[in-house]
């Protein structure tokens, strides 16, 4: 099948601290796995992929982790600022042609 | 505009009756995709497009639900005799000729349509 597994469903953590979500899938042919973000009442957003060629990828704060062999994947915010407050969910997709299968999503909240 | 546009925005209906939403994508965005987004949950897949083809149906929930798209631009999704369990926003996105298979995908901002 096609089910993206998402943990923790909610992240609490003081402004400052580093946040972790993770996804594990179930797919072997997956090759792409975007992150998007989601405000409150806005669309979601591609804030950081990364493709199966690649064990990790950064962009400022945030960075991304894929694991193959154990078909899991997981997001990094360092140096969390309450701006950072939103649903984050996961996705993958490469299996299936023009498909994504999406996570449940994580609701972080940051407290300053 | 230069991003995609959905309407309406919102849409209060009763059960029974039928809907139509639609989806104004990316100019230029080849592959359209329709998503629901229940309160509080996740992206249910429920169609995807490549140009005016709908190579991938299997998201949609019933034969109540249906989706066509013309001039490998405007989309429309229909909901036929509407239920109260079809509560939720429903998401567009479209995405560009390189990025069929794998890449960025560009929502709207969502039709949220209410059941009573």
């Known amino acids: 099948g096609e089910n993206v597994e998402q943990h923790p469903s909610t992240l609490s953590v003081q402004e400052g601290d580093s946040a972790v979500i993770k996804c594990t899938y179930s797919?072997?042919?997956?090759?792409?796995f975007p992150w998007y973000k989601q405000e409150l009442g806005k669309r979601p957003q591609l804030i950081i992929d990364?493709?199966?060629?690649?064990g990790e990828k950064k962009d400022q704060r945030i960075a991304v982790t894929l694991n193959k062999t154990a078909k899991h994947f997981s997001l990094h915010i360092t140096e969390t600022q309450p701006e950072d407050s939103a649903v984050y969910f996961c996705?993958?997709?490469?299996?299936?042609?023009?498909?994504?299968?999406f996570g449940r999503g994580t609701q972080l909240t940051v407290w300053p | 505009g230069a991003g995609v546009s959905q309407s309406p925005s919102n849409k209060v209906t009763e059960k029974g009756k039928d809907v139509e939403l639609r989806c104004d994508p990316i100019?230029?965005?080849?592959?359209l995709y329709w998503y629901r987004q229940r309160l509080g949950q996740g992206l249910e897949f429920l169609i995807y497009?490549?140009?005016?083809?709908?190579?991938?149906k299997s998201g949609l929930p019933s034969d109540r639900f249906s989706a066509e798209r013309t001039g490998e631009s405007v989309s429309t999704l229909t909901i036929q005799r509407t239920q109260q369990e079809d509560s939720a926003v429903y998401l567009c996105?479209?995405?560009?000729?390189?990025?069929?298979?794998?890449?960025?995908?560009?929502f709207g901002e969502g039709s949220r349509l209410t059941v009573l």
């Open positions: 797919d072997s042919a997956s090759n792409y």
């Open positions: 990364i493709r199966s060629n690649v």
């Open positions: 100019s230029g965005h080849t592959a």
């Open positions: 996705a993958q997709g490469g299996s299936t042609l023009g498909r994504l299968y």
């Open positions: 996105a479209s995405s560009p000729p390189h990025a069929v298979t794998t890449g960025e995908l560009f």
């Open positions: 497009f490549q140009g005016n083809s709908a190579p991938d």
